[in-house]
């Protein structure tokens, strides 16, 4: 099982951009879907995006199309997004998350990082 530590979150101003990073230990995580959810302060975890073990199928939500890029290396153990344009509803606890199965399902993710936060201010 690997395990998941996120960084590059922080403060920006609106219109702003700020790539996140997701270190996996283990040598498997090329066989992980990789996800990326948010958390806003009184809101339910939403899956902003995520993408498939090998890299060639991505997931976007509607909220954040155009404006979120996820990438993965798996010869670094790493999943990134990128964020561009950010709004100040962007503003959450992003974390990123593994799964073995079908990288589209929200309840199919079972390992988890510790969160970073992302303050987006107007």
């Known amino acids: 099982q690997v395990q998941l530590v996120e960084s590059g979150g922080g403060l920006v101003q609106a219109g702003g951009s700020l790539r996140l990073s997701c270190a996996a230990s283990?040598?498997?995580?090329?066989?992980?879907?990789m996800g990326w959810f948010r958390q806003a302060s009184g809101k339910e975890r939403e899956l902003v995006t995520a993408?498939?073990?090998?890299?060639?199928?991505?997931y976007y939500a509607d909220s954040v199309k155009g404006r979120f890029v996820i990438s993965r290396d798996n010869a670094k153990n790493i999943v990134y997004l990128q964020m561009n344009s950010l709004k100040p509803e962007d503003a959450a606890i992003y974390y990123c998350?593994?799964?073995?199965?079908?990288?589209?399902?929200?309840?199919?993710?079972?390992?988890w990082g510790q969160g970073t936060q992302v303050t987006v201010s107007s």
């Open positions: 283990g040598r498997t995580f090329s066989s992980y879907a």
């Open positions: 993408i498939s073990w090998s890299g060639a199928r991505t």
């Open positions: 998350a593994a799964t073995r199965t079908n990288y589209l399902d929200r309840e199919a993710y079972d390992t």
